[in-house]
């Protein structure tokens, strides 16, 4: 009993490292930034009180290309929902089954996953390279393409943002696959012997037992590469640059105005991206809870 | 018929077991996708080991031929990119910086889940949301608010301007794992512990802790993912040569230079076989970690 009088201390105490971090550096530049973003703000000099113009700029002007963005990186997370996930979720299934060579196989397919997204993206821009790349010859030699080289990167181009989002959509594959492979793992042995004993093939299995049971972790799954492709940035920053239009991104926008010194314009993005990801946080939390 | 039937059930769910056909589709798929991730980094290898003329024309995929004495070294050694000299530095940066980010957040969560699994209270249900909901909050929010404050504080380009930011991100992922493990540990102890007379602090310390040793690497794991690659907020706030991360310095090396693709490739290499070297010492226990966040959490 005389524990819970002096319970509010401690509870102080013990929540306020976190408190301060995520206030400090979470919760305080949300505020913040949405402050800035109603302000014509061209660093170094003074802001100017503008309303929303920064937003009205973000969205219409050509400079600075947000919707575009905004339907890029829709793109990105439709073909990562469409693509990236269902690679991964046969990955998991297969592996999950226990197959020859399954650890050797997880941990190939998870190393892209640790290697720096900088080296990514430096490796794939020699790779797309028309002189020295290997994608160009690879793709002539499977008939795929002609004699005539592929400009993947070529600045502004119309494969610039599908040459970027291959690389984003690859290197991810792993880190899904042993979230899910986690996933096929906790289920029950009991379920699945049950089932096979009512006759049901493997696939059946993997069908209408494991995959129902994994519902936890596909919904981890799909918000993170959701907001994941919202808020991408790294791969495109280092194959289209920041200056892209043809594969801008929200992040190449915001970075692009802060490095010009448009600090409030730059803020306006970090909001849209904000609400992005809440909304499709939300959104995804919504779809899973009425499959329930 | 009963026979039959008890042969279809003995059927086993493991592929190691199915029939043939299927499982030679199944190693061939997974051989394929393999080779899609190894190959990549195959070719980074060798390119750092060959001139322009071999990576353009005379051979494109392979490793050069003539080892150890007619392979090009010296996109290694070359003074003007000054690899390993500087690529080090970058190393040394971002172990200070994650290690330090990870410890803190470590801490800090750690004491967070005490509260949010051990006590009982009103605003706890709040606060744990709360924590949750910062999992999909973007670095992107914070850039220029931080860049501004750290600026007025005159701490830009140091290395504390990039730890707690990144403690900060790794905090939401960090509480969510570190309360799935907490639950784990039995009250009982806690109760156990109260009775022979220990305070709150005393049960965090002598018991909740050395109990969460396993908690230790899957967060670690997750926040490493995190901070590891960070490159928005280090690219703003930071611009001197030896403070920079690996990602940044990389990026600059490579970027700034007029260089031969062979060194572009030693560059990349440089940066990625230490990392490549220790998942392959550790890869179970990695592997193993980052599993047990995916339940627990």
Redesign the interface.
Known sequence: MN?KS???G??IV??L???L??V???V???I??TY?SVFDWRFPFDKVYCGFKNYKTLFTSDWYPLWGSIKNVFVLAALSLLIQLP?SL??AL??G?????E?????????????????IG???R??Y?A??G?IN?ILRSLGIIGEENIQWLEANGDKLLMACIIPML?QY??YHM??M???V??VAPEL??AA??D?AT?WQ?DRFVVIPSMKQ?LK?SV?FSV?GS??S??LV??LAGDRTSAAAV??TV??NT?SIGL?GM??A???V??IL??V??VLINALFRERD | MAKDNMKFNSRDYSLKKSSPVGRVICTILLIFWSLVNLYPLFWMVTLSLKDNLQINVTNKFGLPKGWPSQWHWENYTHSELGLLTRVPVFFKNSIIITVLAIGIALVAAMMASYTLTRFQWKASGAFNKMFLLGITVPVQVSLVPLLVTTSQLGLTGTRISLIIPYAAFSLSMAILISNGFMDNIPKELDEAAYIDGCSRYGVFFRIILPLMKPAVSTIGIYSFLQCWNELIIATTLVTKEEMKTLPIGIRNLVGTNKIDYGMIGAAITVATIPMVIVYVLMSKRIQESFIAGAVKG
Request: a positive charge.
């Open positions: 524990r002096s319970d509010t401690s509870i013990f929540l490292p976190a408190v971090l995520f400090g550096i979470l305080a530049p949300i913040i930034s800035y690679l046969g990955l297969m592996l089954r226990g197959i020859k060579g650890r050797f196989f997880l941990s190939v397919n998870f190393l892209p996953v640790l290697i720096s997204t900088v080296v430096l490796l794939w020699r790779m390279d002189e020295g290997i010859p690859w594959v792993g042993l979230l492979y986690a996933g793992k906790s699945r012997e096979m004993i006759g493997p299995v972790v981890v918000i907001t919202l808020k940035y790294d920053s280092i929200p992040s915001l970075m802060k600090y730059s803020s993005c970090a909001v991206i904000i990801c809440f499709a946080a």
